[in-house]
C-alpha cells in the first residue's frame, strides 16, 4: 500500500500493483518458446529476426542480451547456458540499452556534398541563457559540442580599447568572453561526440587589424585542423567523409545584430509553447500583408551592400580563412536563389525571411538548396531565448537551422529528435525527394498533395520510471499520478497530426495498451512525437517526458523508448514499451 495524507486529518490509501506485461508481449513469448517457460539464445535469436526486424542479427547478440539480463536481475556474471523466463524477458524489452527504438550508429552515406546533409546548427553558441543579460561562456558551446552540435555561432566584438576581440551579443547587457578561450574550447571538444567537421560562423564587427589578429589566433589554434580552399569559390561542397576532424570558417553579415537591434515587435516576448501544435500544420503560411514584402526584398539589399564591403576591406590573412561565404545578390532573396552554376556558397536567412521565400518561392528555395548551403536564424525579438518550427527550413531543404540550444520547449524537442538519426552524429543526409529534379525542372513542395506512401501504427502499451525519477508527491500531493500520452507526427503538413490516450488514474505503472494509425505521404521528413503528462483536474497538466524520434529511423517490433525532460536531458529510468510496426 501507498499512503498519502490529506490536510494532516486522514490518509488515503492506494494498492501499489504488480506491473501488467502487456499481452503482445506474453504472446510473442509463447510463440517463440512454444508455450515453454524459458526462452533459449536460438529462441531469442529467432525472436529478434522475425518479430523485431533484426536481419542481421547472430547468435552471439542473443546470447549477449541473456547474459546482460542475467547480470542485471540476477548477479550471474557467464552466460552459461541461461535462458530468460517471461519475467526476464519483459526486462529486456523494457531496456532501451539493448532494445533502442532506433539505431545508434552513423549508417547513412557520408561522401555526398554537405549541401545534401542537415546539419545541427546553434545560433549564439556563446550565450548561457536569455539574449539581453545572460553570460557569454565557452560552457555552452562546450555543452552543444558533446551533444552533437556540428555548428558553432561567435560574434566578434573589439574590447573596449580596441586591441583585443570579444566574443557578446552586441548591444545587450550580456557579459563578454575572450574569443580565445573559446577557440580553445571547440579545438578540445569538437570531436567528442563525432569526427565529422565543425563549422564555426563567425558574425565579426572588426577592424582589418583585429581580423588579421584572429586569423593569427585561428591558425595557431587549430594548424592543420584547419580546412582552407585552394581558391576563393568552391564549385562544390566536399562531403563530411572528406572532411573528418577538420574545422570550417564561415562568414556572416553583421546585418543581423542591426535587424535584431531596430526590430520592434508588439506584445508579450516570444514563447512557444501555447498553440505550438497548430504551427507546423501549414508550413509556409504568412499572416504578413501583401504590403510587407516589399520591405522583406529591401531589408536583403541592404546585406548585399555591408557583405560587399566586409570582403572589399576585411584583410586578406582573414578572407583566406573563410571557406564558406555568405552570398546576397542584388534584387532581393529571388535573385539570390537562382545560384551560380560555377560556385557555391551560403545564403542567410531569418525566420521571418526563411516562411517568406517558403510561400512565394518554396521551389526555387528546394533547388537552390541542392547545390548551395541555406541558413536559417531566429527573429531577434525571441530575448527568451525561445525557438521557431524547424520543419518549415527541412522541408525546403535548408540545411543549418540555427537554435538556441540554450533554450527548450517543443521546437527544440523536433530539433534534438532529428539529429538522433545517423547515430548522432550531427549530419543527418538529405531524403532524395529533396535532391531529385523531375521533368521541366521541377522539383519537391512541401504543399504538393501525395499518395500514402505507408502508413506507421504505434502502439503505447506502458509506462515505468517516474517512482524512480520523481519524488513521490510530485505530481500530485494527495494521490499516485494520473498519466496519459500524447502521440502524433510532425512533418509535411498533410502528415502532421496529434493523438491522445485515455488517462490512467492513480498509477506509477500507467498500462494504455492504445493503438495509432498514422498514414505517411512523406515519411522521409516525418518525426514521430511522445509527450506524457499528469493530468491535474484543477491546474496546468503536469509535464512527464517526452521524446521526439524520426521516422525513417524506427525500428520495428517492440521497443524500449527513453523519455527526456524540457531541456532535452534524458530521464535515468523513465521509459515507454511501445510498439512500432509499418503497413
Same mark, same amino acid.
Given at each position: ?15 501499489? /500493483? ?54 542485471? $536481475? ?24 539493448? /532494445? ?23 545560433? /549564439? ?33 573589439? /574590447? ?53 589578429? &584572429? ?55 516570444? =514563447? ?27 531589408? %536583403? ?25 555568405? $552570398? ?35 521551389? %526555387? ?133 496529434? $493523438? ?10 500507467? &498500462? ?22 499528469? =493530468? ?24 524500449? &523508448? ?22
Amino acid at each position: 500500500m501507498e499512503n498519502y495524507r490529506v490536510c494532516l486529518c486522514f490518509t488515503r490509501k492506494f494498492k501499489i /500493483n504488480e506491473v501488467q506485461i502487456p499481452m503482445e508481449v506474453r504472446g510473442a513469448f509463447a510463440r517463440f518458446t512454444g508455450d515453454g517457460s524459458l526462452m533459449t539464445a536460438d529462441q531469442l535469436l529467432r525472436f529478434l529476426i522475425e518479430f523485431q526486424g533484426e536481419g542481421e542479427a547472430t547468435i552471439s547478440d542473443a546470447e549477449r542480451i541473456i547474459q546482460r539480463i542475467m547480470q542485471r $536481475r540476477h548477479h550471474i556474471e557467464q552466460f552459461a547456458g541461461h535462458a530468460l523466463s517471461l519475467d526476464d524477458f519483459h526486462h529486456f524489452l523494457f531496456c532501451d540499452e539493448l /532494445n533502442s527504438p532506433i539505431r545508434s550508429w552513423v549508417h547513412q552515406d557520408m561522401g555526398a556534398p554537405l549541401s545534401h546533409y542537415f546539419i545541427f546548427t546553434g545560433h /549564439n553558441s556563446y550565450l548561457t541563457g536569455n539574449q539581453l543579460s545572460s553570460d557569454c561562456s565557452d560552457v555552452p558551446i562546450i555543452k552543444a559540442l558533446k551533444r552533437g552540435v556540428r555548428v558553432i555561432e561567435l560574434d566578434l566584438w573589439p /574590447n573596449s580599447t580596441k586591441d583585443g576581440v570579444l566574443v557578446l551579443h552586441g548591444g545587450t547587457l550580456t557579459t563578454p568572453v575572450a574569443l580565445i578561450k573559446c577557440l580553445k574550447s571547440i579545438k578540445e571538444y569538437a570531436f567528442c561526440s563525432s569526427p565529422y567537421p565543425v563549422v564555426i560562423t563567425l558574425e565579426d564587427h572588426l577592424t582589418p587589424d583585429l581580423q588579421t589578429e &584572429v586569423a593569427k589566433m585561428v591558425t595557431q589554434t587549430f594548424g592543420e585542423m584547419l580546412f582552407c580552399t585552394q581558391t576563393e569559390c568552391l564549385e562544390e561542397f566536399p562531403s563530411p567523409e572528406a572532411l573528418k576532424y577538420k574545422i570550417i570558417l564561415s562568414s556572416k553579415p553583421p546585418k543581423e545584430y542591426l535587424e535584431a537591434k531596430g526590430v520592434e515587435e508588439k506584445g508579450k516576448l516570444l =514563447y512557444e509553447e501555447d498553440g505550438w501544435d497548430k504551427e507546423f500544420l501549414d508550413i509556409g503560411s504568412d499572416d504578413k500583408s501583401e504590403s510587407d514584402w516589399s520591405e522583406y526584398s529591401q531589408d %536583403d539589399e541592404d546585406v548585399n551592400d555591408f557583405d560587399h564591403n566586409l570582403h572589399q576591406f576585411g584583410a586578406p590573412e582573414y578572407k583566406s580563412l573563410i571557406a564558406i561565404h555568405a $552570398r546576397k545578390r542584388k534584387g532581393g532573396v529571388r535573385a539570390s536563389l537562382i545560384g551560380d552554376p560555377k560556385k557555391v556558397g551560403r545564403l542567410s536567412l531569418s525566420e521571418q525571411s526563411l516562411a517568406k521565400a517558403a510561400k512565394r518561392h518554396g521551389t %526555387d528555395l528546394v533547388r537552390f538548396t541542392q547545390r548551395n548551403l541555406v541558413r536559417v536564424y531566429p527573429k531577434g525579438t525571441r530575448f527568451n531565448s525561445s525557438n521557431y518550427n524547424p520543419l518549415i527550413g527541412w522541408t525546403h531543404g535548408a540545411q543549418m537551422v540555427a537554435f538556441n540550444m540554450q533554450g527548450y520547449g517543443r521546437s527544440l524537442w523536433l530539433m534534438q529528435g532529428m539529429f538522433r538519426s545517423n547515430g548522432g552524429c550531427g549530419y543527418v543526409k538529405k531524403p532524395d525527394i529533396l535532391l531529385e529534379r523531375w521533368p521541366h525542372n521541377q522539383v519537391f513542395a512541401p504543399k504538393m498533395v501525395f499518395p500514402v506512401k505507408k502508413t506507421l501504427k504505434v502502439s503505447i502499451y506502458m509506462g515505468d520510471g517516474w517512482n524512480l525519477d520523481f519524488n513521490r508527491t510530485y505530481f500530485d500531493a494527495y494521490s499516485p499520478p494520473d498519466f496519459y500520452c500524447k502521440v502524433g507526427i510532425a512533418g509535411v503538413p498533410a502528415d502532421s497530426k496529434m $493523438r491522445k490516450t485515455e488517462t490512467k488514474d492513480d498509477e506509477w505503472t500507467p &498500462v494504455w495498451d492504445a493503438e495509432f494509425w498514422f498514414p505517411l505521404t512523406v515519411p522521409e521528413l516525418a518525426l514521430l512525437r511522445i509527450e506524457v503528462f499528469e =493530468y491535474d483536474v484543477s491546474e496546468k497538466d503536469d509535464f512527464g517526458g517526452q521524446t521526439c524520434l524520426p521516422v525513417w529511423e524506427l525500428k520495428p517490433g517492440i521497443r524500449a &523508448v527513453p523519455l527526456y525532460s524540457h531541456k532535452g536531458e534524458k530521464f535515468e529510468s523513465v521509459r515507454l514499451l511501445v510498439q512500432f510496426q509499418f503497413v
